[in-house]
């Protein structure tokens, strides 16, 4: 899948079955720094794993449950559970 519609198609999926499982390859070595936390967009494979890209505004909407993380053939992924906040929760 292009990069582009990653988190549209995350959205709609959490928006539609209320939680998802979501995979993210990233590199354990990249350490986040501030060109990373103050990015205006979502993409992001540095070691934060996302969470800090951008300060988070990319998961506006959205709720992390559970997370983990394995090595597959040497390379790093982030498996999170995300479940969509209900409109009145949000702050």
Same mark, same amino acid.
């Given at each position: 899948?292009?990069?582009?519609?990653?988190?549209?198609?995350?959205?709609?999926?959490?928006?539609?079955?209320?939680?998802?499982?979501?995979?993210?390859?990233?590199?354990?070595?990249?350490?986040?720094?501030?060109?990373?936390?103050?990015? #205006? &967009?979502?993409?992001? =494979?540095?070691?934060?794993?996302?969470?800090? +890209? $951008? *300060?988070?505004?990319?998961? #506006? &909407?959205?709720?992390? =449950?559970?997370?983990?993380?394995?090595?597959? +053939? $040497? *390379?790093?992924?982030?498996?999170?559970?995300?479940?969509?906040?209900?409109?009145?929760?949000?702050?």
């Amino acid at each position: 899948m292009a990069t582009r519609h990653f988190i549209e198609l995350a959205g709609a999926l959490v928006k539609r079955h209320g939680r998802i499982l979501l995979g993210r390859e990233y590199n354990s070595s990249e350490r986040c720094n501030p060109s990373c936390m103050n990015a #205006s &967009g979502y993409e992001c =494979t540095c070691s934060c794993m996302a969470r800090n +890209h $951008g *300060r988070g505004g990319w998961m #506006s &909407g959205w709720r992390i =449950t559970a997370e983990t993380t394995s090595v597959v +053939h $040497g *390379r790093h992924w982030s498996w999170t559970v995300l479940e969509s906040i209900p409109s009145g929760s949000r702050g």
